[in-house]
């Protein structure tokens, strides 16, 4: 017999011969006991070898793709061997195995199977079409599923999946094995007709960069590769917030929802031409603090990426303006007769001037507000009435435009002195001196009726 048949370049010529040797050979104690015997021709079959892991340097025969098993096979049928054996002794460090495995899947099993058939000149079973698997990818609040949907006329049997992914995926389906950390085997026993499973979700910080794997038929008689579906249809991409021409200042909020029919791979923004922001998932905000750059117009691209590799692209053009309002006092003007100082104020923005007050306070009181009428377009006035009293009057405007932006005057003080006017004054100084005399007539009167009543009582006595 041969054992392990590895170095024979020619099998189908080396077994031949080896086979008519064994048949035609008849030991004499046979002859001399009249039996009519012969021996056995035991051809074996190897798929391949490789011991490289456990010896050095070892020894390395290529499996061609299952050619050089077949090869073997075909040697052994053809030579009319009795038996043949299948040499996959210390099978998985040597390299010898037809099990089913990560590297070969059900190759050499199925092809055991094909040439043992032969051999034995079985019946061979009905053919059964390879079943069709196609992966697809959805999205939910969890992340991006993979989905494996049976598209085919059979059930698929021992389907056999390998995903690669970037961050984590978590497998809700199948049994499965760690590759590495980038990368899982995953075995489905049984997809029926018209079946769909959900395989695994990466969640939204996760990525999903590769799927493939086959899937076989019942009696693993045929196999296929899943396919992934075919996908032209790029991503869609809805605003919540801008929409675009808008007026921005300070700290402003881009709002996006995506979505795709098979999944979306990735989000992106650009603000002129710069990436400032990516991330996976269905929603998306990105804080933009605008003082950043400069006023005036700006470019916002937003790109997403659907897993079969389509674009979808929409861009924005927003203006930036983080300039205040041009404020300041053009005239004050103090009233004294109605107790009133009068301030006229400038105030001028590109965006529109939204609102204009004025503050003031009398000496160390709290500061009041009071909302600035316009009188013109960029003129305003502000009249403040105060107490007719002594005290100094401090005050300062501030303009804010449509989008916040703030501008202030400097404080400024003015001194507030009550007198009385010389005409007046003397009006009440000759009013006053009368009521001084009448004063002091009706004193001299009163202590005169006095004296006169005491004096004549005290002349009786």
Known sequence: HTYAPLGIDDHMSMYAEMAEKVKNYIHPEVLEKGRAARRL???GVI?????RKIRHPGTYVSRKGGRYYERIWRAAIASGADIVTICSWNEWHEGTEIEPSREYGFEYLNLTRKFVQFYKNASVFPEIPAPRLVASFRNNAAGTVLVLSNEGSVPAVITSLIVKYRGTVLVSHGYSLNINNVAKIIFIPYIGLNEEIEVLTAPVNSEITIVEGVAWSPGLSASAAIAIRSDDEPPRIDFTSLTGGERVAGQV???VNVNDNTGVERFEIYIDDELVYWGRGLSHSFEWNTSEVDDGFHTVV???FDMAGNVAEKSLEIVVDNTPPILKIL???????????VVTIEAMDSGGV????????????????????????SLYKGIITYESRNATLAYFVEAKDSLGNIARTDIENIDIIVYQHPEKALFIGRYLLIGI???TV?????LVFIAVRFGSKKSGI
Do not use: Q
Not at 331 to 341: A, G, N, P, Q, R
Not at 442 to 446: E, Q, S
């Open 331 to 341: 005239d004050t003007m103090l009233v004294e007769s109605e107790h009133s100082f």
């Open 253 to 255: 909020y881009l709002k």
């Open 442 to 446: 009706l004193v001299a009167v009163i």
């Open 302 to 304: 937003f790109k997403v």
């Open 354 to 377: 939204g609102e204009v007050f004025l503050y003031y306070r009398l000496d160390s009181e709290d500061w009041r507000k009071m909302a600035v009428k316009r009188v013109d377009n």
């Open 47 to 51: 798929p391949g070898f490789d011991d």
């Open 41 to 43: 021709w035991c051809a």
């Open 437 to 439: 005399i009448a004063f």
